[in-house]
């Protein structure tokens, strides 16, 4: 995102006319946006030609700061984002909070097609298909912007040759924050690329179970409760995790986090990594 750079009115003028403003580093183009609620918007951006990733995995992003007070300096400001576009697509896709006084995202939030962004090309991330052992189903438990890297493994074909069974769940406070998963789920039943390179209908593996908290909706409570209960299991036709066939990726809010783990630890699941692939893996939605 670039100022404009008055010209000057005349050669007298050239000696005190502001410089020209630098590009961002690692700058990116914007080129779409989608606002879906007050709180929530989605982003598209030019990919790095060199830029290679695994679906699930996260970069650095960010606008530059404001000049500093005293000194007139200007720092990036970078926080971490789960890619939500798969491995394979020619751009790159963000998932994004709006936080009015948020030092990155009160600024982000306004982002137009054509602005650019910085984007710091080396992804990291646990939320990937190799810190997993084989199993039978995978499930992805997401609250609020956490579903950005299963957006990304949603489109993943390795998704599919590996698993059997996909249960996508989402818990959000209000319906309307359920926009952005629910529409890309619709949109994989006539992508007509996606079914020719994993095979016709492969979307109908996906089951996926949205709840609300706060706002009525057809399936209200938190995906946590609604599992201690069984309701969950019942509602899906699956029984309870299991670490000869059940595998999972968690990437919610910090309590949301812990309660999961402790309750795959009494399913007997263990908890992997990169270096150890294990029953599932855990990683925390940076600015949800």
């Known amino acids: 995102m670039t100022e404009m750079t008055p010209v000057p009115n005349s050669t007298t003028d050239t000696a005190t006319a502001p410089k020209a403003v630098p590009a961002l580093p690692d700058a990116q183009t914007v080129t779409d946006v989608k606002h879906y609620t007050d709180r929530l918007f989605s982003f598209r951006c030019t990919?790095?030609?060199?830029?290679?990733?695994?679906?699930?995995?996260?970069?650095?992003?960010?606008?530059?700061?404001?000049?500093?007070?005293?000194?007139?300096?200007?720092?990036?400001?970078?926080?971490?984002?789960?890619?939500?576009?798969?491995?394979?697509?020619?751009?790159?896709?963000?998932?994004?909070?709006?936080?009015?006084?948020?030092?990155?995202?009160?600024?982000?939030?306004?982002?137009?097609?054509?602005?650019?962004?910085?984007?710091?090309?080396?992804?990291?991330?646990?939320?990937?298909?190799?810190?997993?052992?084989?199993?039978?189903?995978?499930?992805?438990?997401?609250?609020?912007?956490?579903?950005?890297?299963?957006?990304?493994?949603?489109?993943?074909?390795?998704t599919y040759e590996d698993y059997d069974e996909v249960i996508i769940t989402h818990t959000c406070r209000e319906a309307g924050e359920l926009t952005y998963g629910r529409d890309l789920i619709e949109a994989l039943k006539t992508d007509e690329l996606l079914n020719e390179v994993i095979g016709e209908g492969f979307w109908k593996k996906i089951k996926y179970y949205p709840t609300t908290t706060r706002e009525e909706s057809p399936k209200m409570g938190r995906i946590t409760d609604l599992m201690k209960s069984g309701e969950a299991f019942e509602d899906l036709g699956v029984p309870p995790l299991n670490p000869a066939s059940d595998r999972a990726m968690i990437c919610g809010n910090m309590a949301f986090n812990l309660e999961l783990k402790d309750m795959f630890e009494e399913y007997g699941l263990v908890e992997g990594a990169n270096s150890n692939p294990q029953h599932y893996v855990v990683e925390k939605a940076f600015l949800d």
Do not use: C
């Open 47 to 158: 990919r790095p030609a060199s830029m290679r990733f695994r679906s699930g995995e996260f970069v650095m992003i960010g606008l530059m700061g404001d000049p500093h007070p005293e000194t007139g300096k200007v720092k990036p400001l970078l926080r971490a984002y789960s890619i939500a576009s798969p491995s394979w697509d020619e751009e790159l896709e963000f998932y994004s909070i709006k936080v009015q006084d948020g030092p990155l995202t009160s600024k982000l939030q306004h982002i137009n097609v054509g602005d650019e962004i910085i984007l710091r090309p080396k992804p990291v991330g646990t939320l990937v298909h190799d810190a997993l052992l084989p199993g039978k189903r995978i499930w992805f438990f997401a609250t609020g912007t956490g579903f950005a890297p299963f957006a990304s493994l949603l489109r993943e074909p390795q």
